[in-house]
């Protein structure tokens, strides 16, 4: 009597592969386009243009605007992540919706605000002007905007993190007489310090390739408003390899920061 071994995958082997399967056209969807990019910027004539002047310099400013933009993300958001991370009894779901609508709102209509909010003609412009401050279409206008559309980013990160704090600790220490400074030292901050390390590089990395709010407010100025994003746009017809190279430098800085960051999550 003769056995026959079936062929037939197992369910279980089915259901180890079948998501894997799945993904696989979303994967190249976006794999794609990233490594044409790639491909095109690793040839020898877009790595020169790389090293032009006017390359270096729109990538000079984006790496200013970016970490001046996160610094101001950091020193206005982390109050808020703090504050709706204690489940606030007033106030709280409108709060988080209106600090999460620069995440959805589209990045030109978030310039034209800011443009009617510091604008010379805008709410505040008037009186930013008659104490000689202009903002619109300057270097500070270009962070500003940065950080408008980056700040959600630091809100959601850090609210998270605060909300996974544990208090277990602090309170062991605050019984055997421990001061607020030195729980915050000692206690909390070293609990915090890998999560919201990770919240401010999403956020430096979403500042970084931040184009139609800075367009909109700070305009396309060499080496003030011009960042990485508006140098690609303006030479993309006229010289391609230097666009290219612009381009695959903020993947490669792109893709650097979320590896980081995920490790740094799963490490914390």
Known sequence: MTTTLSTRPSPRRWGRWLP??????GLMFIALPICALIWLGVSSE?????????????????????SAATLLCAVLGLPIAWWLS?????GARLVRGLAMTPLVMPPVVAGTGLLLTFGRKGILGTQLEAIGLSISFTGLAAILAAAFVSMPLIILSAEAAF??????????????????YVRLRHIVIPQLRRPLFAATALCFGRALGEFGATITFAGSFPGRTRTVP??????????QDSAVALSVSL????????ILSGRVLRSS
């Open 20 to 25: 894997l399967l799945t993904s696989v056209p």
């Open 46 to 66: 877009a790595m020169q243009a790389l090293w032009r002047p006017a390359s270096l310099q729109a990538i000079r400013v984006s790496l200013g605007v970016a």
């Open 86 to 90: 204690r489940d606030p009894q007033f």
């Open 163 to 180: 909300r996974g704090l544990s208090s277990a600790h602090d309170d062991v220490a605050r019984t055997l007489g421990a001061s607020a």
């Open 230 to 239: 508006l140098a690609v746009y303006q030479i993309l017809q006229r010289d």
């Open 251 to 258: 993947i490669v800085v792109s893709f650097l920061i979320m």
